[in-house]
């Protein structure tokens, strides 16, 4: 009788143990996910084995489906997908269980393991690349003994060491096509992977046979070599992707990781950041950052908010002023209100912009993505159709048809389609760091050859970001000391421009130095008051003005003596006329999107020759101009730098970022420009419209190979080792013509290029 109740109590038992995982896994979920203000919740998943277009669309609309999924996001670059679902709806175990049913591996992400998940594929693809190559050279030295006339039993002692070199090699060095395959057959969807998994298979295992029943003709080195190659193009392509970030993690370094709660009896307390509500009073001392958006209540202070208006002039702040979250205060100690909690802060809502538009970037179809699309069904169509009809005409013969389908597998096989884009854009990529400018992902060259516009921030992108004095007014000549010394005392940008002006000043004696925040500077020299800063201040010590009212960067007055103005103005970019001349002259149109004042934006703009221009714009409506150009059907080219540029450059077509941008720029952009001149931008249009042609032509020779040898493979001409070597040389062809970018003259200086309008336009309409 025990043991009947312990049969019965059995599934109960697996009922119970499955249920409690479940909850323990739900509630992981529910602490890896932030809960919105609606009370859904978004979890972010890393899926390493999403690879392509096709993986974001099955992604996508396998967890739409779901009931409790509200909105699902995938991003390729990180790989990486963000659901936000409903708890009321459902649980966050039935989207991990839709994964499973789509076969995508998955685990809760975190932005060091999706870094270490990259670090890990990235070495895996090396090690494999490397045993594939080591195999490869010396099954083919023990096949050429064999093709060489090698008498009967000293070929079958060398096909079996061949055998036992090949065998291992495919196991451990095939592993990226075959879990592909498999993770894509189990979701029941097709991927190049799979065509190329029964290529490799199907030729060892008859080679196999073949060995082991006395055969002479076996195909280790065709196996072998053919995944060398595949596993040259897998790497450079991973390679290439690899280096796209997204720049949220660097907004993680903005965020301060605490905040000071001042508490009703007066005392202070640590608080985490997520803890911090709407409502706390908070203290935030001089150096630190704002942890959320927040009204000052006491104090007065200067803020650097370059991160929300791009521009290099600092900010007061007064009581009842708002700050943006990741603003640096600099001058004094602030007590604030948090008007935001860390999720609905300015970083917050940068996050998010960053996030949706790089989401919406990784839905571009690449061309590679769109041959995969029709070629792998083909592939398998044309080979089975081989079998299927050598069964029929030999009356039978297995081995002749599984040889013939073996054939037109390997001489189908994605090689010379699989390095045509990669090795194209790794010579491209190489041969714009010669002119200065790195690329950061493949298929930014193609999206660089599809712009129509070209779109400018204005500070530290057409204009070098450090504000130089331009105009002087008053009478320095017996000051430069006094005004040079305080200058270098104060550390605002501006009284740096001074500073500098009068490098050659000698230093000065000054007691009582003080910088009053928002203001300016000022000490005691010789027993008179002296003050550098706003007009006003300075005004207030001097005894008449030199100017007739007009605003100024700054001024400089001694007690009871005139006052001196000076006028600071942003310096144009190396090359900035030349670059928007040979933007223009190549058919693109340019527009400047800048948060700074209607007066500066227009001078720059009429230097620069740029007719229109926007002053004033926020990220977001810097990120809605973007928005409303795509959807009129125009691709723009955003040029920025500023980390309130990251949400524009990540929603262009493609993005173009100066190396002293901030790293928040530099991670949200596609191409980094390491030289001052802007004439690197038109440089690289043109080297994106040749790399679009040469990838083309690459296509081509893949295409015109496939037309020629697939039917001599199906006609049964072809063996799987002619196959293998014929794919190959395919492969040898592509990357010989890839190297052709590097003779190509790119230079641009403005003229009219005729020519790179044709190019543009076909590229366009091919890419259409």
Not at 2 to 17: D, K, M, V, Y
Not at 535 to 557: K, P
Not at 575 to 603: N, P, W
Request: aromatic share 6%; with cysteine; charged share 20%.
């Amino acid at each position: 009788m025990t043991c009947c109740a312990a049969a019965i109590s059995s599934p109960e038992l697996c009922r119970e143990t499955l249920q409690r995982t479940r909850t323990l896994e739900e509630q992981r979920i529910v602490l890896a996910s932030v809960q919105l203000s609606n009370g859904c919740y978004k979890t972010d998943f890393i899926v390493p084995t999403m690879h392509c277009v096709a993986c974001i669309g099955t992604i996508e609309r396998g967890l739409a489906d779901i009931a409790p999924v509200k909105q699902v996001r995938a991003n390729l670059s990180l790989s990486t997908v963000s659901v936000t679902w409903d708890p009321a709806q459902g649980d966050g175990c039935d989207i991990t269980d839709a994964l499973h049913r789509l076969g995508f591996e998955h685990h809760l992400c975190d932005i060091s393991d999706t870094k270490k998940e990259k670090n890990s594929e990235t070495k895996n693809l090396l090690i494999a690349l490397a045993v594939a190559g080591f195999a490869a050279a010396n099954v083919m030295l023990l096949s050429v003994s064999v093709w060489s006339g090698a008498d009967a039993e000293t070929a079958q002692l060398f096909n079996l060491i061949a055998g036992l070199i090949a065998v291992p090699t495919v196991l451990f060095s095939g592993r990226p096509f075959f879990r592909s395959a498999l993770m894509s057959l189990s979701g029941g969807r097709l991927n190049m992977d799979i065509p190329i998994s029964l290529a490799v298979i199907l030729a060892l295992g008859m080679s196999v046979f073949e060995s082991m029943s006395g055969g002479i003709e076996t195909y280790f080195d065709a196996s072998v070599t053919l995944l060398f190659f595949l596993l040259i193009g897998r790497y450079l392509d991973h390679l290439m992707r690899q280096k796209a970030r997204g720049a949220v993690e660097r907004l993680a370094h903005l965020s301060s990781k605490f905040g000071v709660r001042i508490l009703p009896d007066k005392s202070t307390v640590q608080l985490p950041l997520k803890d911090i509500k709407p409502g706390m009073t908070l203290r935030v001392f001089a150096g630190e950052r704002f942890p959320v958006n927040c009204m000052i209540v006491t104090g007065t202070t200067d803020i650097d908010c370059a991160h929300v208006t791009g521009e290099s002039e600092h900010l007061t702040v007064a009581e009842d002023s708002l700050v943006e979250a990741g603003s640096l205060n600099l001058s004094a100690s602030v007590d604030v209100k948090a008007t935001s909690d860390a999720e609905n802060s300015f970083l917050g809502e940068m996050r998010r912009m960053i996030s949706e538009a790089e989401n919406g970037r990784s839905s571009y179809l690449r061309i590679a993505d769109r041959m995969a699309q029709i070629y792998a069904p083909a592939v398998h169509l044309l080979a089975f159709v081989a079998f299927l009809g050598w069964i029929i005409v030999s009356g039978g013969d297995w081995h002749f048809s599984i040889y013939t389908a073996i054939a037109v597998l390997i001489v189908t096989c994605p090689c010379a389609l699989g390095l045509a884009v990669p090795v194209a854009h790794v010579i491209a990529a190489n041969r714009l760091m010669q002119d200065g400018v790195l690329m950061r992902d493949g298929s930014a060259l193609e999206r660089l050859a599809e712009v129509d516009t070209v779109i400018f921030d204005k500070t530290g992108t057409l204009t070098v970001g450090e504000p130089r004095v331009t105009r002087v007014l008053g009478d320095t000549a017996s000051r430069e000391p006094l005004i040079k010394t305080l200058a270098d005392n104060s550390s605002h940008p501006i009284s740096k421009a001074v500073a500098s002006r009068f490098f050659e000043a000698v230093s000065v004696e000054l007691s009582d130095l003080s910088e009053q925040p928002g203001k300016g500077i000022e000490a005691r020299h010789q027993g008179k008051l002296v003050r550098l800063g706003k007009s006003n201040w300075v005004a207030e010590i001097a005894t008449s003005l030199t100017s007739r009212n007009e605003e100024h960067s700054v001024s400089f007055a001694v007690e009871g003596r005139e006052m001196v103005h000076f006028d600071t103005h942003d310096v144009l970019r190396t090359g900035a006329k030349e670059c928007i001349k040979a933007l223009e002259s190549s058919g693109l149109t340019t527009e400047m999107l800048s948060g700074d004042l209607a007066s500066k934006v227009s001078r720059i703009a009429a230097e620069v020759g740029i007719d229109e221009y926007r002053h004033r714009q926020t990220p977001r409506q810097k990120i809605d101009r973007i928005n409303a150009l795509q959807s009129q059907g125009i691709k723009p080219l955003m040029v920025g730098d500023g980390i309130n540029d990251a949400p524009a450059l990540a929603a262009g077509h493609v993005s173009f970022v100066p190396a002293s941008a901030s790293d928040i720029g530099r991670q949200s952009a596609d191409f980094v420009f390491t030289r001052p001149s802007l004439i690197a931008i038109p440089n690289s249009y043109k080297i994106a419209l040749q790399t679009g042609k040469i990838v083309r032509q690459n296509f081509g020779l893949a295409i015109a190979y496939n037309c020629i040898a697939v039917p001599l493979a199906m006609a049964g001409f072809v063996t799987p080792l002619i196959a293998a070597i014929a794919m190959s040389a395919s492969s040898i062809l592509v990357v010989a013509n890839s190297f052709r970018i590097n003779f190509q003259n790119h230079e641009s200086h403005g003229e009219p290029q005729e020519k790179n309008k044709a190019d543009a336009l076909s590229y366009r309409s091919t890419a259409a």
